[in-house]
């Protein structure tokens, strides 16, 4: 069974600062890794989709990384503002089915 | 270009009543699946359907739970007899396919709570 962790759960970051969320996995057999944001009481609004072939993908200033023989997602989020600040969702599709397993989430707070 | 439409938001039941949930899926996407988050805890999946179909319900209570996705209309996730235990935001997803590929698109999720 695929279990995910996310770690930190929560943090704090000083407007500015570079945010480092890190997901993990127990499966490395895995069709692809979706990174998402789910601010408080609304839905979920994805960010970035790696594919168990690639190392990374870039949206502005977001980047996720993933290392599949480890079980390893790192999202970094560059020059943090506090537009932020939300819950960073990771999700893992394992290889032969369409259930996504997901971690508890990072909550994140950008101070001003 | 509408997203994933999920309705109502937000949903009070009394214990024993039933709880209808709707979800219409992206245009043009076909394959639909259901993920309760629980307070405190992570999305867990629920019930993957295509078109007349359940494809994976291996996510579901086995009793009081049943879904469906018809040919035409939304996607339903019926509760029967709802319990206090069921409270949680019910989240619905779309693929345009079901290939390994495909990302998934989720709607803004529907607020259930049991008093």
């Known amino acids: 069974k695929q279990e995910v962790t996310q770690i930190p759960a929560a943090l704090s970051v000083p407007e500015g600062e570079n945010l480092v969320l890190n997901c993990s996995f127990t499966?490395?057999?895995?069709?692809?890794l979706q990174w998402f944001r789910q601010d408080p009481g609304k839905g979920l609004t994805s960010l970035l989709l790696?594919?168990?072939?690639?190392r990374e993908q870039t949206s502005g200033r977001l980047n996720a990384s993933l290392d599949k023989s480890s079980g390893r997602s790192t999202l970094y989020i560059a020059a943090s503002q506090p537009g932020d600040s939300a819950t960073y969702l990771c999700a893992v599709r394992p290889s032969g089915n369409n259930r996504l397993a997901f971690g508890k989430g990072n909550q994140v707070v950008v101070i001003p | 270009n509408a997203g994933v439409m999920q309705n109502p938001r937000h949903l009070v039941r009394r214990r024993g009543q039933e709880a209808r949930l709707r979800c219409s899926p992206m245009?043009?996407?076909?394959?639909v699946y259901w993920y309760r988050q629980l307070p405190e805890e992570g999305l867990k999946f629920m019930v993957y359907?295509?078109?007349?179909?359940?494809?994976?319900e291996s996510g579901m209570p086995k009793e009081r739970f049943s879904a469906e996705f018809p040919k035409e209309g939304p996607s339903i996730l019926r509760i029967q007899q709802v319990v206090r235990g069921d409270s949680a935001a019910y989240f619905c997803?779309?693929?345009?396919?079901?290939?390994?590929?495909?990302?998934?698109?989720f709607g803004s999720g529907t607020r259930l709570t049991v008093v």
């Open positions: 790696i594919q168990s072939s690639q």
């Open positions: 499966d490395s057999a895995i069709y692809n």
């Open positions: 359907l295509q078109k007349e179909n359940i494809i994976d």
């Open positions: 245009k043009g996407h076909s394959h």
């Open positions: 997803a779309s693929s345009l396919t079901a290939d390994k590929f495909d990302g998934y698109t």
